[in-house]
């Protein structure tokens, strides 16, 4: 039975793609330099900062400085205020339901401890955790399963009653290297191709799926060890 279930966050539970190209733009503006161009596949900041590499190749050491990771706080606060982070469908239905269900719920991003706290503290997925995690933590980034294993220890739990979700390829290492179950979330930023070649437990399209998955667990359907599963469930379907 899954008892924990651990995700990330962006790309897994928000969506910060078109609100990371106008923060990344705002800042481009602030150097008097035209913006970059949306681009609605892939990883938003790997596009972001190729694109400006190429087009302005002068300011890729300010994108990797300080000076960025200032202005990305202040803009980011200011959109978050207006309420302009966007979470994947299903997603506050599905943290109800396995809150519901008894479940515990944490977070755990490679995203700046300082980003992560001003996008929870918008309101987009209020009190929704257990436990947080971020790279500035004792336990570190992921996928060293530090911080995993300190939930596990936390909540009394064995490695089988974790279920990892994420849309990258850290995730699913960062579940396997505790020998937690993994599951890859294909909506997200991560390479579809990386993410199977990560061999994950379940692949999902939607945050729904989740759900399945647990209950699946409880039912006995999940029973296949070594075997990647789409899922293809919602919510409420199969419970």
Known sequence: MIRCVVFDLDGTLVDI????????????????????AFERTGDP????YEQTARLHPHVRSLVRGDGFADAWADVLKVMLQSREVRVYDGALETLNRLRADGKRLCLASNTPKRFVD??????????AFDLVFTPQDKWGAKPS???LRHAMNVFGLSSHEVLVVGDRPEDVRYGK????????ALYGYGAPEELKAAQPEFLIESLGEVVSIVTGFETGQNTQPGQTVSVGGRVGRDA
């Open 17 to 36: 793609g078109d609100l990371f190209y106008r923060v990344f733009n705002a800042f481009l503006a602030r150097q008097g330099l035209p913006p970059v």
């Open 177 to 184: 290297n505790a020998n937690a179950h993994t599951a890859a």
């Open 45 to 48: 900041w790997v596009s972001a």
């Open 118 to 127: 001003i996008k929870l503290s918008a309101g987009a997925l209020p009190e």
């Open 145 to 147: 399963p530090a911080s």
